[in-house]
């Protein structure tokens, strides 16, 4: 049953719908590869008896025929959902200890489904970064390795443990979050696929806020129609969050029809920046030429606002951090550093808490917010935010699905770029466009680079037509035909 | 436009973080490139534009302003560093 670590959430089901495991045995093999990958630090809190007693009962319910979307599977969680009973800390130490007594909707959706939780995965800490470099409890390793080297590479951020416990074959899927690139980006440098739905498909209700207007939940999974079947337990109205949107759920698996015929797809010709490394242009090329062949038609678009889409999303989500972390002062929740009146019971506190790139972003969004500042830096972001969404709308006149690499580079070792913080926010340049106009994007594994690491291209819908974008996704995922393991890996390669 | 040691010990104010003064000079340097960097949006003309509020067209839900939840002061405060009596407890702020 070694082989059980292998399969996708797909096969898992039907495995489990034809008596050939029960979603113990499943949930067994996978408790084991969380263990034997622990060097991955992919995990903050491991909760092996959850999954367990969560197993027996999806059994249980396997067997009373009332079967859930993803019943049996386990997965790990993103330790920036609050999950009732098990400590939540977004990877701080502000937050270490922090025990919810409630669930956030999302995990709640997935519970209901019927999926199983193997433990809390690591992060950047608040979801801030690229590298996974920013958790209070240390780095995430990328279970990738350079060919003939042995020097641990970052998965990305900032859902990077939940990218590194997938590729690692120790979770069959991970919930991410993606604020800039936060899902696609670990998924490219990890070689598994990642969805950034629509802003408004799934609750942000009780997952911990770093810039509300651009936060969104997705999943990390290793196929397109996995991703489809975790979405569609994953997503859908709650009214306690009031950007949540009420459309109906679709059965996302059916968009996979393997047809794209006649479908247009956007190459946006300022995604071609200087600098970018010739093999992920080739991989772009690939992924051009791949939808081609299958019958939909390239057709080169502008998105001319493309070069402001970072230093926008760096005025705007350092501001909401800003004013969503000032709720952690040591009262309510999380860690207190005691002074010598409240107020310096909170700079004390926060001092103490907060990492510093945390801080730095708090600093910045505080500046860009204080007075004089607002209309000069906050207001000029939203209106080019503005700009940016005008520019897919238009774009979105003529074309179906956008087509783009997800990263400007394979995945980059630890201890790289750590010096200058702008060389680390420009991981992001192909992500954070899209997710300031709040569409849909996915990133697919396309192929190795010269090193042997995972490459990505990345797909953007029109917003809640997630549906497309997973069958043009399908496609592209059968051309690439992606089946490289990493180096470290539950079980041995 | 710079961000002086002074300027960073205003904010970290305003953000109730303490900074050391050591600190201060490395943090108004990181600002500094950062602030620097996003400036280059002032190159484009934005005259008329609206600023975004939404990303999703969307008018704002209401509901019934009606008690829907509550009840369980021990829940709220369970994870408090400090609590009494069902209250927060934090230091003294009045004499």
Redesign the interface.
Known sequence: MSNLTHLTIADALSGMDKGEFTARELTEAHVKAVEDTRALNAYIVETPEIALAQADASDKRRASGTAGVMEGIPIAMKDLFCTEGTQTTAASHILEGFVPTYESTVSGNLWNAGAVMLGKSNLDQFAMGSANITSYFGNVINPWQREGSDAQLTPGGSSGGSAATVAARAAMAATGTDTGGSIRQPAAFSGIVGLKPTYGRCSRWGVIAFASSLDQAGPMTRSVRDAAIMLEAMAGYDAKDSTSVNLPVPRYQDALTGDIRGLKVGIPKEYRIDGTPIEIEKAWEQGIEWLRAAGAEPVEISLPHTKYALPTYYIIAPAECSSNLARYDGVRYGQRVEGKSLDDMYENTRAAGFGDEVKRRILIGTYVLSAGYYDAYYNKARQVRTLIANDFKKAYESVDVILTPTAPSPAFGIGEKMDDPIAMYLNDVFTVPASLAGLPGISIPSGLSSEGTPLGLQLLGRAFDEETLLRVAGVMEQAAGFSALPQLIAGGK | MS?DKN??AK??K??????DEAQQEA?SG??N???G??????E?D?TG????????E?T??L?EDVVNDGH?VD????????SAHGF?A??K?VE
């Open positions: 961000v300027t960073v904010i970290a305003l953000a109730r973080i303490r900074v943090l990181e600002l490139q950062i602030l960097w996003v400036e280059q949006l002032s484009l934005t534009v609206e600023p975004m509020t939404s990303v999703v969307m704002q839900p509901r369980y829940r709220v405060t369970k994870n408090a560093p400090d927060y934090v230091p702020v």
